[in-house]
Protein backbone atom coordinates (compact mmCIF):
# COMPACT_ATOMS: atom_id res chain seq x y z
CA UNK A 1 0.00 0.00 0.00
CA UNK A 2 0.46 3.66 -0.83
CA UNK A 3 -0.65 6.46 1.06
CA UNK A 4 -0.81 9.97 -0.28
CA UNK A 5 -1.30 13.18 1.11
CA UNK A 6 -1.44 16.47 -0.70
CA UNK A 7 -1.86 19.60 0.72
CA UNK A 8 -1.26 23.07 -0.57
CA UNK A 9 -4.61 24.06 -2.12
CA UNK A 10 -6.63 26.88 -0.93
CA UNK A 11 -7.76 30.05 -3.08
CA UNK A 12 -5.78 32.26 -5.44
CA UNK A 13 -6.54 35.10 -7.81
CA UNK A 14 -5.82 35.19 -11.48
CA UNK A 15 -2.13 35.34 -12.54
CA UNK A 16 -0.98 34.10 -9.40
CA UNK A 17 1.03 30.96 -8.35
CA UNK A 18 0.10 27.82 -5.47
CA UNK A 19 2.54 24.56 -4.69
CA UNK A 20 0.59 21.39 -3.87
CA UNK A 21 3.29 19.11 -2.38
CA UNK A 22 1.78 15.28 -1.91
CA UNK A 23 3.91 13.23 0.32
CA UNK A 24 3.92 9.40 0.32
CA UNK A 25 4.50 6.81 2.93
CA UNK A 26 4.59 2.90 2.57
CA UNK A 27 6.36 1.77 -0.39
CA UNK A 28 9.56 2.14 -1.88
CA UNK A 29 8.42 5.88 -3.68
CA UNK A 30 10.98 5.64 -6.09
CA UNK A 31 9.13 2.58 -7.46
CA UNK A 32 6.70 4.57 -8.84
CA UNK A 33 5.68 7.02 -11.31
CA UNK A 34 3.74 9.72 -10.13
CA UNK A 35 0.84 11.90 -11.82
CA UNK A 36 -1.38 14.94 -10.82
CA UNK A 37 -5.23 14.51 -12.23
CA UNK A 38 -7.84 17.31 -11.39
CA UNK A 39 -11.58 17.39 -11.71
CA UNK A 40 -13.59 20.47 -12.35
CA UNK A 41 -17.45 20.75 -11.12
CA UNK A 42 -19.36 18.81 -12.85
CA UNK A 43 -16.43 17.20 -15.19
CA UNK A 44 -14.77 14.00 -15.27
CA UNK A 45 -11.20 13.48 -13.91
CA UNK A 46 -8.22 14.74 -16.28
CA UNK A 47 -4.69 14.06 -16.68
CA UNK A 48 -2.72 16.69 -15.90
CA UNK A 49 1.37 16.05 -15.29
CA UNK A 50 3.13 13.13 -14.74
CA UNK A 51 6.99 12.59 -13.81
CA UNK A 52 8.84 9.44 -14.15
CA UNK A 53 10.50 7.38 -11.15
CA UNK A 54 13.71 9.33 -11.23
CA UNK A 55 12.28 12.49 -12.52
CA UNK A 56 13.84 12.14 -16.09
CA UNK A 57 10.85 12.60 -17.66
CA UNK A 58 8.11 14.33 -17.46
CA UNK A 59 4.60 15.13 -19.46
CA UNK A 60 2.06 18.07 -19.58
CA UNK A 61 -1.28 18.70 -20.88
CA UNK A 62 -1.10 21.34 -23.32
CA UNK A 63 -3.28 24.04 -20.83
CA UNK A 64 -0.77 23.76 -18.77
CA UNK A 65 2.60 23.68 -20.27
CA UNK A 66 4.79 26.51 -19.62
CA UNK A 67 2.74 27.08 -16.10
CA UNK A 68 2.97 23.88 -13.94
CA UNK A 69 5.91 22.12 -12.92
CA UNK A 70 5.51 18.72 -11.78
CA UNK A 71 8.91 17.83 -9.37
CA UNK A 72 10.05 14.80 -7.38
CA UNK A 73 12.36 14.21 -4.52
CA UNK A 74 12.73 10.06 -3.87
CA UNK A 75 14.64 11.49 -0.73
CA UNK A 76 11.75 13.21 0.85
CA UNK A 77 8.98 10.53 -0.98
CA UNK A 78 7.42 14.06 -2.44
CA UNK A 79 6.03 15.18 -5.66
CA UNK A 80 4.75 18.25 -6.13
CA UNK A 81 2.76 20.63 -8.66
CA UNK A 82 3.91 24.12 -9.37
CA UNK A 83 1.49 26.21 -10.42
CA UNK A 84 2.20 29.83 -11.69
CA UNK A 85 0.11 32.25 -13.70
CA UNK A 86 -3.15 30.34 -12.53
CA UNK A 87 -6.32 31.01 -14.56
CA UNK A 88 -9.81 30.11 -13.17
CA UNK A 89 -10.19 27.17 -15.34
CA UNK A 90 -7.09 25.90 -13.28
CA UNK A 91 -10.53 25.52 -10.16
CA UNK A 92 -10.36 22.09 -9.51
CA UNK A 93 -9.65 19.28 -7.35
CA UNK A 94 -6.30 18.15 -7.70
CA UNK A 95 -5.12 14.86 -6.98
CA UNK A 96 -1.63 12.91 -6.95
CA UNK A 97 -1.43 9.23 -7.84
CA UNK A 98 0.84 6.49 -7.77
CA UNK A 99 1.62 4.54 -10.55
CA UNK A 100 3.71 0.97 -10.12
CA UNK A 101 6.74 1.37 -12.98
CA UNK A 102 9.73 2.94 -13.77
CA UNK A 103 7.61 4.83 -16.77
CA UNK A 104 5.27 7.92 -16.48
CA UNK A 105 1.29 7.36 -17.58
CA UNK A 106 -1.31 9.65 -18.78
CA UNK A 107 -3.67 6.85 -18.33
CA UNK A 108 -5.36 7.16 -14.65
CA UNK A 109 -6.23 3.54 -15.25
CA UNK A 110 -3.10 2.38 -14.91
CA UNK A 111 -2.84 4.11 -11.41
CA UNK A 112 -2.82 2.36 -8.41
CA UNK A 113 -3.03 4.59 -5.18
CA UNK A 114 -4.42 8.38 -5.13
CA UNK A 115 -4.28 10.76 -2.93
CA UNK A 116 -8.01 12.11 -1.14
CA UNK A 117 -7.20 15.25 -3.27
CA UNK A 118 -7.12 19.09 -2.40
CA UNK A 119 -8.90 22.02 -3.56
CA UNK A 120 -7.87 24.79 -5.31
CA UNK A 121 -10.08 28.02 -6.07
CA UNK A 122 -8.57 30.52 -8.66
CA UNK A 123 -10.50 33.93 -8.27
CA UNK A 124 -10.18 35.89 -11.87
Known amino acids: QVQLVESGGGLGQAGGSLRLPCVAS????????MGWFRQAPGTDREFVAA????????YYIDPVKGRFTISRDNARNTVALQMNSVKPEDTAVYYC?????????????????WGQGTLVTVSS
Open 97 to 113: AAHWGLALSTDSNLYDY
Open 51 to 58: ISWNGGNN
Open 26 to 33: GRTFSNYA
